[in-house]
């Protein structure tokens, strides 16, 4: 599902400007500055609190508060580098603070850097554990990173924290779709929509479920009623084409598949079933035209977004030495020849030749497929790249053909509590020190028995 509800940063925290707890004492000028700087933002007078609230900082540097409020001004203004410079000034001040990695992450999540948000989230919930708004946040964040059990688990952290909120119950719908837990999703897009009878995503998440459910009937009305609110909305025509292309209504189903390519040329999914559609009603020619196109638009959305992390840095790279060094002392070659593939790539990657070291460890996979270990070389050296996605599925194939591969857990549980899935993360963690790879245990200690020693509300 695509349709997820933000709250504005400014509906969030401009107006209801929290108290940040300051360990300076300030000059009495820079006190006053900081006083008319609130009041000004309060007033949504942007201009004046940030001339107020720089004055107050020229005379006190140290003050964590004053960055802060100067930092929501900016990015109200629409000066978000400048905002998340103030911001990293507050938290390295005052970094017990939760609210400045509240608006950080805010800010992140609203430029598409999800990752670094629900770090952010995460500090601001170390500080305030009953914070609903951080859990839901850091749910949405990582809902959009396909991290569903455990946006569901934020969700529910803040419903119980906030109860009956038409966006959270909606967020807990759309998770459940993901899960395929289609009851669960129905019951709480139902009392979404019990609250806002209009809320298109709770509509678009309610017929998709029944869909899911072969509810065909219940199905297409929630979909035409979403329509009745929006028109512009692509992947409503999509869902709605689809239910007409199961009942075998193929010239419907394509006119909303048109609708939908229309509204969003780049629409994969609308495309490939458009083509599927012509292909019975117009012609298997004219149909593989659309599917053609579907996979060639498709394709660039395929590839890796590399990334990297200071964390993933420190983690993985003593495990790729380990193995080059320690792991193969292969001097003799065999009649498994894909051991010399593997060997000849782990050198080339030590020598920096990371593209050579990838072509050789997918020809040992091809010589012997089901060599999990080879898997896991693959995925070390594509974490090594930045490629932690192919890295992750590699380690996962890996732990299919060898359950018992300590240091593909290891690697899979760095990867996952990194992009935000620490509960999948500290689980691949644990199951690694479980069968003796030690060097679990370290980030074991910093990373998941302190979430674990939060709080329970």
């Known amino acids: 599902m695509k349709h997820f509800s933000f709250k504005s940063l400014g509906s969030l925290l401009l107006f209801t400007v929290p108290v ?10 820079a006190t006053n500055y900081l006083q008319e700087g609130i009041r000004r933002i309060n007033q949504k007078d942007y201009a004046g609190a940030l001339k107020e609230l720089t004055s107050s900082i020229d005379l006190n540097p140290q003050s964590a508060q004053a960055l802060y409020y100067r930092a929501v001004v900016k990015n109200s203004l629409g000066d978000v580098q400048g905002a998340v410079l103030d911001l990293d000034q507050s938290i390295e001040l005052n970094p017990s603070d939760g609210v400045p990695f509240m608006e950080r992450g805010l800010i992140r999540t609203q430029n598409n850097d999800y990752r670094g948000a629900i770090q952010d989230f995460t500090r601001s919930l170390e500080s305030n554990s009953t914070n609903a708004e951080a859990y839901f946040h850091r749910g949405v964040c990582r809902m959009k990173a396909n991290y569903y059990a455990s946006a569901l688990a934020d969700f529910v952290r803040a419903d119980a924290l906030s109860p009956g909120r038409g966006d959270l119950l909606t967020a807990m719908g759309q998770c459940k779709n993901q899960l395929n837990d289609f009851k669960g999703a129905l019951n709480d897009f139902t009392k979404a929509l019990e609250k806002k009878p ?11 479920a029944h869909y899911r459910n072969s509810n065909n009937k219940l199905a297409l009305e929630d979909f035409n009623k979403g329509i009745s609110f929006t028109k512009s909305d692509a992947d409503l025509f999509y869902k709605r084409g689809l ?14 598949f048109d609708k939908a390519v229309q509204l969003n040329p780049k629409h994969v999914q609308a495309l490939f079933s458009r083509g599927y559609c012509r292909g019975r009603t117009e012609g298997k020619r004219e149909g593989l035209a659309d599917i053609d196109k579907a996979i060639e638009i498709g394709l660039p959305s395929a590839k890796t977004k590399l990334y990297f992390s200071d964390f993933l840095i420190q983690s993985v790279m003593p495990v790729l030495s380990y193995v080059v060094r320690d792991r193969y002392r292969i001097s003799e070659l065999t009649d498994d020849v894909s051991e010399a593939f593997l060997l000849r790539g782990l050198y080339k990657n030590a020598l920096g030749d990371n593209r050579g070291a990838i ?3 997918n020809q040992a996979i091809d010589l012997n497929p089901g060599n999990g270990e080879s898997y896991f070389v693959r995925g070390i050296i594509k974490s090594s790249v930045g490629d932690q996605k192919g890295a992750q599925n590699d ?4 732990l299919k053909l060898a359950p018992a591969h300590r240091e593909a857990y290891y690697l899979r549980g760095v990867i996952r509590y990194d992009a935000g899935d620490e509960v999948g993360g500290c689980a691949d963690l644990g199951q690694a020190g479980q069968l003796g790879f030690a060097q679990a245990y370290p980030i074991i200690s910093t990373k998941c ?8 509300k």
Do not use: H, W
Not at 198 to 208: K, P, T
Not at 243 to 256: G, H, I, P, T
Not at 395 to 398: D, E, F, G, L, Q
């Open 20 to 29: 940040l707890t300051s360990y300076c004492q300030a000059p009495p000028d």
């Open 198 to 208: 209009n809320q298109v995503d709770a509509l678009v998440g309610r017929g998709y």
């Open 243 to 256: 239910v007409k292309a199961r009942m075998n209504n193929f010239e419907d189903a394509q006119a909303d």
């Open 359 to 361: 072509i050789d460890v």
């Open 395 to 398: 380690c996962t194939n890996a």
């Open 449 to 456: 028995n302190r979430a674990l020693k939060r709080p329970e």
